[in-house]
Nanobody
Framework: QVQLVEFGGGVVQAEDSLTLSCAGS????????MGWFRQAPGKEREFVAC????????NYTGSVEGRFAISRDNAANMVYLRMNSLKPEDSAVYYC????????????????WGQGTRVTVSS
């Protein structure tokens, strides 16, 4: 069973940058497409970004395109989300997720989820 732990969240100012990390334990994450989701207070969880098992394909939701970058280090069993030019509307709990099928991930059909890390962006 894969276990995912996110870290790196915090309180930052608008236009700051922050990098979230997701550490996997158990089976290697190489077998999984990985993604980041977020949930703001009072809102549903939404897709943010995903990356295929071989790193060749990445996908982003429109509101973060050009500002966020997802990456992975398969040897280290790690996934990252680099967030630049942060906005107050990026404030949310960010979740790391793993899916055995890349095509399922954007829809939230994931096999494993982390517990989340909170990001707060002040204006």
């Amino acid at each position: 069973q894969v276990q995912l732990v996110e870290f790196g969240g915090g309180v930052v100012q608008a236009e700051d940058s922050l990098t979230l990390s997701c550490a996997g334990s158990g089976p290697t994450l190489t077998n999984y497409a990985m993604g980041w989701f977020r949930q703001a207070p009072g809102k549903e969880r939404e897709f943010v970004a995903c990356i295929s098992q071989n790193k060749r394909i990445t996908n982003y939701t429109g509101s973060v395109e050009g500002r966020f970058a997802i990456s992975r280090d398969n040897a280290a069993n790690m996934v990252y989300l680099r967030m630049n030019s942060l906005k107050p509307e990026d404030s949310a709990v960010y979740y790391c997720a793993a899916s055995s099928l890349f095509t399922n991930l954007r829809g939230g059909l994931c096999d494993y989820w982390g517990q989340g890390t909170r990001v707060t962006v002040s204006s």
